[in-house]
């Protein structure tokens, strides 16, 4: 069973930085896009930022410029480097990495980690 767990989360002050981490454990087999998502009281779930096996970036444009993903696939960890940090940031945070199809760890929609939570204060 595919487990993702999340770290790095708390209380800041505006402009201030984060670093999240989410390291996936279960499988042996390669992760395909692993990436960070959000949700804010009252608020859907929103992609903030991807990142393809081949290391290819998607970020959101409230975060472009501030925010900054990465992985090192030897240790099958996403990382999400925040800064400039805007109490609009406040959410938690999510990860979600998604396997090969045709594999044993395959499933839609990819796997999700526990959350973390990001208070960002004016």
């Known amino acids: 069973q595919v487990q993702l767990v999340e770290s790095g989360g708390g209380l800041v002050q505006a402009g201030g930085s984060l670093r999240l981490s989410c390291t996936a454990s279960?499988?042996?087999?390669?992760?395909?896009?692993m990436g960070w998502y959000r949700q804010a009281p009252g608020k859907q779930r929103e992609l903030v930022a991807s990142?393809?096996?081949?290391?290819?970036?998607n970020y959101a444009d409230s975060v472009k410029g501030r925010f900054t993903i990465s992985r090192d696939n030897a240790k099958n960890t996403v990382y999400l480097q925040m800064n400039s940090l805007k109490p609009e940031d406040t959410a938690v945070y999510y990860c979600n990495a998604n396997y090969p199809r045709g594999t044993s760890a395959y499933r839609q929609g990819g796997y999700w980690g526990q959350g973390t939570q990001v208070t960002v204060s004016s």
């Open positions: 990142i393809s096996s081949g290391a290819r970036t």
């Open positions: 279960g499988f042996t087999f390669s992760i395909n896009a």
